[in-house]
Nanobody
Framework: QVQLVESGGGLVQAGDSLRLSCAAS????????MGWFRQAPGKEREFVAGISGSGISTLYVDSVKGRFTVSRDNAKKTVYLQMNSLKREDTAVYYC???????????????WGQGTQVTVSS
């Protein structure tokens, strides 16, 4: 069982940066791929970024490549999403999730956090 708690969301202006954190409980955190998803009003939840259990491999949706960076600290059982050059279209509720395999499909993620709101104003 893994419990996930996100933090770090807020209201920022376009061009600003934010760092989201996701703290996990459980003894097997390093075994899980960790993903970040987001859901804007009226839209489906979409994959944003993911990182392998070791932290060696990462994956990003095209719209955030070069702006967002996912990382993890297995000793602290925490995964991060550094978001730079934020745009209005990045506004959404951001969720972290854990999966037992390498995947960007939200249906393959077993555990989810409660989400944190990110709002980008122009």
């Amino acid at each position: 069982q893994v419990q996930l708690v996100e933090s770090g969301g807020g209201l920022v202006q376009a061009g600003d940066s934010l760092r989201l954190s996701c703290a996990a409980s459980g003894r097997t955190f390093s075994r899980y791929m960790m993903g970040w998803f987001r859901q804007a009003p009226g839209k489906e939840r979409e994959f944003v970024a993911g990182i392998s259990g070791s932290g060696i491999s990462t994956l990003y949706v095209d719209s955030v490549k070069g702006r967002f960076t996912v990382s993890r600290d297995n000793a602290k059982k925490t995964v991060y999403l550094q978001m730079n050059s934020l745009k209005r279209e990045d506004t959404a509720v951001y969720y972290c999730a854990a999966a037992q395999r390498w995947t960007s499909n939200r249906n393959n993620y077993d555990y989810w956090g409660q989400g944190t709101q990110v709002t980008v104003s122009s």
